[in-house]
């Protein structure tokens, strides 16, 4: 197992003690070196003749890397084989993300990872991670050793009930947990053996899966009600006991469970739900990066939200307290935030509004004036009515912004502020390319997964992604590095706003209101020092002197060090 680099006292030279030997290296993932080991080490570790003779160095594995996804002839093939990398060497899977984060993040999550997940029983070679199943009820924190221990460990947990925009994948699910962890590690440097995905199949209720012979997960319905909530109380318990000083990420639950198991166990060990809170974030980044070239505020905005799920409600609640923070008051921050589900506009009075979405409905005189042509009032009537100038899109309907609807905004928004962030790509409420089009080029535009720039009357839209792979991996690191005992909503507060300093005015001059993926890591590290100082000024860490060294100290760069026999 990895144990932290020495430093020899003599020499000065940065080295790890190593145990394992001959065919146990090589299948040790986080020492395996292939054909980096030297000659010294081939004799020290009994690997002589299983390798081939030439000594190669990173780089020239890297390349040899890269030739070999060039022979494959889709973005699944793709994913395929860097899953299986990361099987074998993990460093040099993560030098390659680090040096090719753009071209590799969409094979390694989305959009790709949706498809992974859809065939996961079909595709699947290796177990990575841990599974837990109602089998494992009343031994949980048992199942949970069966790994090898981590100290500051980050867990990425899903249920598997709400993959992205595809629905219950059961243990497919599994996919997002080691697609978001393998981010944690190239975007903030979290070394991998600190990273711990699970999935907790608690069953399904996709009859697909169900009736596939090959399926690899647990072939009952879903659990619900008491015994599902007993379930996660006992996991929630598991991890306080096996793993005390833990980051939990909460990924891809259903609406009808993010936010309980969030507000249920937030206070309990540090937590966050990433679709409610990181992808809030990264809206409201992308807001204040929009609205400083423009010359304005969020405040000042006339927002529209469509779906009213995990994401949506967290985005509503995020953009009203950035607003706040600008100086208004929270009702009127409210106000001017609109949100609809499938059934239209959540208003005061709406017949059976459920409990959970009461506190989004918008105050009944907002809209007494409006000119009304269906009930329950439907996006197009809220655009004409509230003369939207910013719309977001979390809805997985794809679409869903029509040509009559973006004109219409830019009939009283000089420049429409436009985010169709559902994933995958095929269920963008609007492609980039219309949206600009249909606002004769005025449109800011920021998508959930990459689209490619647009050309139009001869300039170059810079597409930005609103990908939360800027939010959680440096959400991540500033936690761990100071010890915060909580995740706060101010502590997303600040991720955003470090986040939209590190997009520069040229960027968002030319459209582009994130960084480009290329730049996570630089982000990542903005993003974990306003963080780890926001949660030392709320007092949930400690006070530690030279925090932005410390947290720089953290981050983990992907090479291979001498290995000396233990």
């Not at 500033?478 to 300093?501: C, E, I, N, P, S």
């Not at 306003?530 to 060294?549: H, L, N, S, W, Y």
Request: hydrophobic share 40%; with cysteine; glycine share 8%.
């Amino acid at each position: 197992m990895y144990a932290k680099p020495i430093v020899d006292p003599e020499t000065g030279e940065r080295y790890l003690p190593v145990a394992a030997r001959g065919a146990e290296l090589l299948k040790t993932t986080l020492l395996n070196k292939g054909t980096a080991f030297t000659r010294k080490e081939r004799e020290a570790f009994g690997l002589v003749g299983m390798l081939p003779d030439t000594v190669s160095p990173i780089e020239e594995q890297l390349t040899r890397v890269k030739n070999q996804i060039q022979f494959k002839a889709t973005a699944m093939d793709r994913n395929i084989y860097l899953n299986g990398l990361m099987d074998r060497n993990e460093i040099l899977f993560y030098r390659l993300l680090v040096e090719n984060l753009a071209e590799m993040v969409p094979l390694i999550y989305t959009p790709t990872v949706a498809t992974a997940c859809r065939h996961w029983s079909k595709i699947y070679r290796r177990s990575r991670g841990i599974y837990i199943t109602p089998r494992d009820r009343g031994k949980m924190a048992e199942v949970l050793r069966c790994r090898p221990q981590a100290s500051r460990p980050v867990i990425v947990v899903t249920d598997n009930e709400r993959i992205l925009g595809i629905g219950d994948q059961g243990a497919g699910g599994m996919g997002i947990p080691i697609g978001k962890l393998a981010l944690y590690g190239a975007g903030a440097g979290i070394h991998p053996s600190r990273l711990i995905p699970i999935s907790l199949d608690v069953g399904t209720n996709n009859p697909e899966l169900l009736a596939d012979p090959v399926y690899v997960g647990y072939r009952k319905p879903r659990l619900v009600g008491d015994e599902y909530r007993e379930f996660i109380a006992e996991f929630v318990s598991a991890v306080q006991e096996v793993y005390p000083d833990a980051l939990l990420q909460w990924e891809d639950f259903s609406n009808r469970t993010s936010f309980e198991n969030l507000s249920t166990y937030r206070d309990t060990l540090p937590s966050f739900n990433d679709d409610i809170q990181g992808t809030a974030a990264m809206v409201v980044a992308g807001l204040m990066a929009a609205t400083r070239h423009i010359g304005s505020k969020i405040s000042d905005q006339r927002i529209v939200i469509v779906g009213a799920g995990s994401a949506g409600i967290g985005i509503r609640d995020q953009v009203a307290t950035a607003m706040v923070d600008e100086g208004s008051a929270r009702r009127e921050a409210e106000a001017r935030i609109m949100t609809l589900d499938s059934r239209g506009l959540i208003v005061e009075g709406r017949p059976n509004l459920p409990p959970g979405k009461q506190k989004l409905a918008l105050p009944l005189e907002a809209v007494r004036d409006w000119q009304i042509e269906d009930h329950p009032i439907d996006l197009r009537d809220v655009v004409r009515n509230a003369r939207a100038s910013v719309l977001i899109g979390v809805s997985g309907v794809p679409g869903m912004f029509t040509e009559e609807m973006v004109r219409r905004m830019a009939l009283h928004a000089e420049f429409p502020i436009i985010m169709p962030l559902s994933n995958p790509t095929s269920h963008a409420e609007v492609t980039p390319s219309s949206a600009i089009e249909w606002t004769h080029g005025r449109a800011i535009v920021a998508t959930g997964s990459p689209f490619p720039d647009v050309e139009y009357d001869g300039r170059t839209h810079r597409i930005g992604q609103a990908n939360n792979v800027f939010v959680f991996p440096g959400m991540g690191l500033g936690v761990l590095a100071v010890g915060a005992r909580q995740v706060t909503d101010r502590m997303f507060l600040a991720a955003a706003k470090a986040l939209a300093d590190a997009v520069g005015p040229d960027l968002v001059a030319a459209g582009q209101l994130y960084p480009s993926i290329a730049d996570v890591r630089p982000a990542s590290l903005a993003v974990a020092k306003a963080v780890a100082k926001q949660a030392m000024a709320d007092g949930i860490a400690d006070p530690m002197p030279d925090v932005d060294e410390r947290i720089e100290e953290e981050m983990w760069f992907p090479e291979y060090l001498p290995y000396r026999p233990v």
